[in-house]
């Protein structure tokens, strides 16, 4: 076939590609706008050409080179900056100069080259088919292999009874948030007035807190569920990456279940992250616009193109979208009449770094904002600017005698000195900022709770449940292989 379908099949390739990489986690809707956009503007630039050109084959081949090369530099470049040799040559002013002249190069060769090119088409053609069927294959070998577990959270009769003068509840995760004890020995930072002014306003603190998974997928489908979430991986096993399962108990998870049955309304402030955003029960989700085009997918196909160094100019940041949830969640209680369950998850402290400590935007240095760890300065900033921001919100409600229920924790430790089985480093991922407050009761959370007993607590206290308190362990596992879990509890002990 001398007709060049070339384009299309590499203009769809990219998008099918990243697809497969990322399988284990992503849906399938968020690949439908990217891989009908990036066709339909390569198609159009290939016919475009090839009236300028009068010769299709020439445009096809110029058209094809371009995507590759388009699509090819985001990956080469996140291989070169994991590399210790690349050096400068790492930097996009500098890499930037090979990708443009192969495009520049292969475009004069092509437009005055003699050849028929009908050969050369054919054999392209041959072989842009045959990566992208390599590829659907792997898309289509987990579809089918993908294990159908159970989910579903067990009908245990809890009894619980609602009340007249229930209080809302703010479940408030800011991510990465790391314990006090971590950030004085691996951030040289006193966090101790933050956690003074807490106790002022009745809030416990859970002295050398510690999360019970490292993930934060495995830490909020464990602690919604009020269970470990170690038989995931025991039916999926111990190899495999597929995250889809929690990801399904968190949209879908029983906390959210039992309150709604209580008569809450349940309102969710927009992270940037979709499964703590989209939960399947919510009466109102806040901050939550644009996601079809600020997908995570949609920001990985850039960031692994050659717009890489100004991705963050065409979406809607991450920074926006944090600051509007910060500023709604002084006044969510005001949103309905009935009483709340407040589900704010904020990509803080976690990196990237660009907020200052009083929130102030972070002058960046590079034209790539990193998600590295070791930058230990701007995390503290970013600490202050948490710290500052979860006084605010406690000091604009009010705290009467019906006043709610507020945790404010980390879903994980931070990761500087990197995520392996040194007994250090385990310490760094897995302690955590756990602060609750119970207004009304006596009963005050034990010493060691984890975040898997802490609904157990809450339901029992204030809705007459009977629950049984778990044991409280730790898990270890990695992201490269989430349900290949450790038990690291006594390392920590």
């Known amino acids: 076939m001398s007709f060049p379908i070339h384009p299309l099949i590499f203009a769809i390739f990219p998008v099918i590609f990243l697809f497969s990489l990322n399988i284990n986690s992503l849906n399938h809707e968020e690949v439908i706008i990217p891989i009908i956009i990036v066709p339909v503007i390569s198609l159009a630039l290939w016919g475009l050409l090839s009236l300028v050109l009068k010769n299709s084959l020439k445009a096809g081949m110029i058209i094809s080179v371009g ?8 990956h080469i470049h996140n291989i070169l900056i994991e590399s210790d040799i690349a050096g400068d040559f790492s930097r996009h002013r500098y890499l930037l100069i090979p990708f443009f002249m192969t495009f520049v190069i292969s475009t ?21 088919i045959a990566i992208i069927l390599i590829t659907l294959v792997n898309v289509a070998s987990f579809s089918i292999s993908e294990t159908s577990i159970s989910t579903e959270n067990e009908n245990q009769e809890t009894n619980l009874v609602y009340h007249t003068s229930v209080p809302d509840i703010y479940l408030i995760v800011l991510d990465g948030y790391a314990g006090e004890t971590i950030l004085n020995s691996v951030y040289d930072y006193d966090n101790s007035e933050f956690l003074k002014s807490l106790e002022k306003y009745d809030f416990h603190i859970i002295e050398n807190a510690k999360s019970n998974y490292p993930i934060t997928t495995h830490t909020f489908s464990s602690m919604l569920n009020l269970k470990y979430i170690n038989y995931v991986g025991d039916e999926l096993g111990k190899d495999s990456k597929n ?66 160094p100004i991705y963050s100019l065409l979406f809607e940041s991450h920074r926006d979208k944090t600051l509007c949830s910060l500023s709604e969640l002084p006044n969510v209680h005001n949103k309905f009449d009935e009483p ?84 250090q480093k385990i310490k760094e991922r897995m302690m955590i900022l756990n602060a609750i407050r119970l207004p009304g009761i006596e009963e005050k959370p034990y010493d060691g709770i984890t975040p898997v007993n802490t609904f157990r607590l809450i339901f029992n206290s204030y809705f007459g449940g009977n629950y049984e308190y778990l044991e409280d362990k730790t898990y270890l596992s990695q992201h490269s292989a989430p349900y290949n879990f450790t038990d690291v509890t006594e390392k920590l002990n």
């Open 243 to 308: 995250i889809h399962p929690l990801t399904n108990m968190i949209v879908n998870n029983k906390v959210v279940q039992d309150l709604k049955s209580l008569g809450y309304k349940i309102i969710v402030l927009g992270s940037s992250v979709k499964f703590t955003t989209d939960l399947s029960e919510a009466d109102l989700i806040l901050c939550r616009n644009n996601d079809k085009i600020n997908s995570e997918f949609n920001i990985s196909l850039f960031k692994t193109s050659i717009m890489k």
């Open 108 to 128: 004069i060769y092509f437009v005055r080259t003699n050849r028929l090119l009908d050969n050369t088409t054919k054999i392209i053609n041959g072989v842009s």
């Open 340 to 423: 709340t369950f407040v589900l704010a998850h904020f990509l803080l402290p976690h990196p990237p770094n660009i907020f200052g400590p009083n929130g102030e935007e972070v002058e960046v240095k590079t034209i790539e904002v990193t998600d590295s760890w070791g930058d230990k300065e701007g995390y503290i900033d970013q600490v202050k600017f948490s710290n500052k921001k979860m006084l605010e919100f406690i000091e604009s409600i009010p705290l009467d005698n019906n006043s709610p229920i507020i945790i404010i924790m980390g879903d994980h430790g931070t990761g500087s000195t990197g995520l392996i089985s040194d007994d």
């Open 67 to 74: 995507i590759l090369v388009f699509f090819t530099y985001g």
